[in-house]
């Protein structure tokens, strides 16, 4: 019996036994790519959001000004935007083995070497470089999961290794501000510096590892057997099939497609609260009160380990009704009420209760969107899509963190953007909550 026409249960004698083993094969599948894509993922977000807790010592020794600081965090977008869509044509193109593997090398030693740095020059040049090296990671990630998963199981998929980014700010709180606290002025090196060294070598030896481990194809993983591979293999043709047959297949679809522009709209307001509050959490939390670097590290923890939760309920709800949008929407109204609501109390418990209603919101709604965004095209249409809804919505990340720090500069103050940050996060609900999206097959 071919697996595009197996129904999940056949009833023997009154009761019901599996009628073919999809799920256990999505599983099998799960277990060997998404714990690297995990630490990719993990990687990918610490090296670029630890600038937060660098900034606690690096600006002083530096005397880098919130303006500077500010404008240095949003550089790594300007570079972040260019090798999207090229770069996602060359995963295609040459296999995710070989590119994602390079591309970790590469931004590891930009991580790294940014230990480095000297002045506002220096700093804005290698931020510029690491956007450079990085740009290619997430979106390629999102394409290569839609060689492996049916649709109905690619939202837990995501979640599966979007979670990271969180889990990097988790971790990345306590194990930066510890460097930052306890190495610092060992071997003549400001702790700051031991931070982005020791975080950074890590990464370059995780893409050596990807070159070796990671499989291109269904096609090339031996752990598979040949019935799973045909099951697989029929469910993503059939997927293809469907997205041809509605003229969603040819290169230009994803610039003539208006959800790719809607969605590039969403996320970018979406990034726009994200990364302002990755790149600022640490430094607004120290503005709340007298504490140490170990505690604003432990502090900073709790929002995005709220956003994992979040993550996981929101996701496995999306999949089990098919619902993506109305979903979406309700994640980005929860951050906007935590932003707003940080914003407007005075009491400093208070205005740390709201932040982390804010990261509960804002981090929930990850795997949603690229879930959505890889359902709209296939082939190389879909490596152009993804590409152009993420490059576009870089504009967030540009916006977030430079305007929370000219704010910062000229109010004395994080209260009035964090007002605008929730504005943008009500434009990013309404947009999600308008668009016209065909609902996903609910997971069997």
Known sequence: MRGDKVSSTTVLNGTQTPAHPQDSTVRKIYLRLVPLLFLMMFFNYLDRINLGFAGLQMNQDLGFSPAVFGFGASVFFVGYMIPQIPSNLALFRFGAKFWLGLLLIAWGAVATVTAFIWNEWSFDALRFLLGLTEAGVLPGMALYVTFWFPRQYRARAVGGYITAGAFAAILGGPVSSALITYANDVGGLHGWQWMFI???????????????????????????????????????????????????????????????????????????????????????????????????????????????????????????????????????????????????????????????????????????????????????????????????????????????????????????????????????????????????????
Request: aromatic letters at 10%; one cysteine or more.
């Open 198 to 444: 020791i975080e950074g070598v890590p990464t370059v030896l995780l893409g050596f590892f990807t070159l070796v481990y990671l499989p291109n194809t269904p096609a090339q993983a031996k752990w598979l057997t040949s019935d799973e591979k045909q099951w697989l293999e029929s469910e993503l043709r059939a997927e293809r099939t469907e997205l041809q047959a509605s003229g969603k297949g040819s290169l230009f679809d994803s610039l003539r497609d208006p959800r790719v522009w809607l969605l590039a709209i969403l996320f970018g307001c979406a990034l726009v609260g994200i990364y302002g509050m990755l790149m600022w959490l640490p430094l607004i939390i120290k503005s709340m009160g007298k504490l140490s670097y170990l505690e604003i590290g432990f502090l900073s923890a709790v929002p995005p380990l709220l956003g994992v939760i979040g993550t996981i309920l929101i996701s496995a709800s999306s999949d089990r009704t098919g619902d993506r949008k109305w979903h979406l929407a309700l994640v980005y109204v929860i951050g906007a009420i935590g932003m707003a609501g940080s914003a407007l109390v005075h009491e400093p418990v208070w205005a740390y209760v709201f932040l982390c209603i804010a990261g509960l919101g804002m981090n929930s709604g990850n795997s949603l969107f690229w879930s959505l965004n890889a359902s709209f095209m296939t082939g190389a249409a879909a490596a152009v899509s993804i590409a152009v809804v993420n490059t576009i919505a870089q504009f967030g990340g540009l916006i977030g963190p430079w305007l929370i720090g000219l704010v910062k500069t000229r109010t004395g103050s994080f209260s009035i953007a964090l007002m605008v940050v929730a504005g943008f996060l009500v434009l990013a609900a309404a947009i999600a909550a308008s668009m016209k999206v065909a609902p996903a097959r609910p997971a069997r």
